[in-house]
């Protein structure tokens, strides 16, 4: 079902994309208790921050498994973090290798260079 | 949610006369979109902020909602909706800086519900405050937990026993225009100035404005601004939309050629009031905008004190004001 197949991988860029640039649970650490345990605070990508992902699909079937098939709900989430860490490498010269890349990160990253 | 009632007033002497009769824990209803949707929501409470057991309609006063465009001062009542001020055509050429400042804020739900009155008077966001769990002094606990906490999106100026940032944009707007609010409470009515309205920490931690329990704002009066006067706003957010801001800068100045005539520059999401530059302004005064901006804004480092996870925000504070200073000069 080639437009299920699209959606999931559009589906997983932006999760992952929320992941590496504004999501994060964060504890209190005095006291454990979750500091952003709701949408406000813990900030998933909003519509107007989510790219319109460029679906291409390249066919190519599984050497084992059933009828050859792939499975797709994982995969898109692997990629979209590394792309961007090269990105900011590409364009400032500094890796920030945790996500998510906040400003801070990038601030003390360009300092500390 | 704890039940409540509902009271419904017709008039302003009437919704007065409610809130005296019943008492401190009646508070006063614009669009809900905080108070109940929030604060009532996620039972945010302490010794010295009860939740509320009634709630007093403002939006059933008729004299509460309009918009003057054509007055001199500008006037707008306390419950207009958010996006009736957007979409005025006369305030959006008149007063700029408040439709842009007030387009930025929450999202298009929000913006269709929420009041003026109720965003300038809005309830913090810290979420030690916020959390249910977390007894602080705002709430009349004893203690802050954001001095040794996750304080990254904490105030970098005048946090003093309580470190929240003024979470509303209208209010920064309409503090650089020097717009005035109309109060009326059981002592009567009275004009305060936007400048003496807001109160940090040390004035009264469990308020963050002037209002005592049975007042109300009514009205914003915004002098009709000079012929000339630049404005702009910039709201910096870690999210396109929803987000309140990590810093926000407001300007509102009159040029003499191109040298900084007289004006405002004020800031959001950095002290616990809507914040005015002064260093800044004077920094500018009398001298070539474009020149000296760089300086004058790189200023407000010398007021700054960051905490301990928020230093980040004073670099985007100094930058953010140069980008909006050049921003309203482009205009």
């Given at each position: 079902n080639p437009f299920a197949l699209e959606q999931q991988i559009e589906g997983g860029v932006v999760m992952a994309m929320g992941a590496a640039l504004t999501e994060e649970m964060l504890i209190?650490?005095?006291?454990?208790?979750?500091?952003?345990?709701?949408?406000l605070d813990y900030k998933p990508l909003s519509i107007k921050d989510a790219p319109l992902a460029d679906v291409i699909l390249v066919e190519h079937p599984k050497e084992y498994g059933v009828f050859g098939a792939h499975g797709i709900?994982?995969?898109?989430?692997?990629l979209p973090a590394p792309a961007i860490a090269n990105a900011i490498y590409n364009a400032l010269g500094v890796w920030i290798t945790e996500p998510p890349f906040t400003r801070e990160k990038i601030q003390a990253a360009l300092k500390g260079a | 949610m704890k039940a409540f009632q509902l009271h419904d007033a017709n008039s302003v002497q009437e919704a007065v006369s409610l809130l005296g009769q019943l008492g401190p824990t009646a508070k006063v209803l614009g669009g809900g979109t905080d108070l109940v949707g929030g604060i009532m929501k996620d039972w945010v409470q302490g010794k010295g902020m009860p939740l509320p057991d009634h709630l007093v309609d403002l939006?059933?006063?008729?004299?509460?909602?309009?918009?003057?465009?054509?007055?001199?001062?500008?006037t707008i009542g306390a419950t207009t909706i958010l996006s009736e001020i957007i979409e005025h055509k006369d305030l959006q050429t008149k007063l700029p800086l408040l439709t842009e400042a007030a387009k930025t804020i929450a999202s298009p739900d929000i913006r269709n519900m929420g009041t003026l009155g109720g965003n300038i008077n809005q309830r913090p966001r810290c979420w030690f405050f916020r959390g249910e769990n977390f007894n602080c002094y705002k709430k009349?606990?004893?203690?802050?937990?954001?001095v040794t906490g996750?304080?990254?999106?904490?105030?970098?100026?005048?946090?003093?026993l309580c470190y929240i940032v003024h979470p509303s944009d209208t209010a920064t707007a309409l503090l650089a225009l020097n717009a005035q609010a109309k109060v009326v409470g059981s002592g009567g009515e009275k004009t305060i100035a936007f400048d003496d309205y807001f109160a940090g920490p040390r004035v009264d931690v469990l308020r963050e404005n002037v209002l005592k329990p049975d007042e109300f704002m009514t009205h914003v009066m915004i002098p009709a601004p000079a012929q000339g006067t630049k404005m702009a706003w910039t709201k910096l957010k870690?999210?396109?939309?929803?987000d309140f801001a990590l810093v926000s800068v407001a300007v509102a100045f009159t040029m003499d050629g191109n040298n900084w005539k007289d004006g405002r520059i004020t800031l959001g999401g950095v002290a616990p009031v809507p914040y005015r530059a002064k260093v800044v302004e004077d920094a500018l005064k009398g001298k070539d905008v474009k020149a000296t901006i760089k300086q004058a804004s790189g200023q407000i480092k010398t007021v700054a004190r960051p905490m301990s996870n928020n230093a980040y925000k004073v670099d985007l504070a100094a930058g953010l004001i140069e980008r909006t200073v050049l921003q309203a000069l482009g205009s």
């Open positions: 209190d650490k005095a006291t454990g208790l979750p500091l952003n345990g709701n949408l709900g994982e995969p898109p989430m692997a | 939006t059933t006063i008729k004299d509460l909602n309009g918009i003057n465009a054509s007055a001199d001062p500008i009349g606990g004893d203690f802050c937990y954001s996750d304080n990254r999106y904490h105030a970098i100026i005048g946090g003093e870690d999210r396109l939309v929803y």
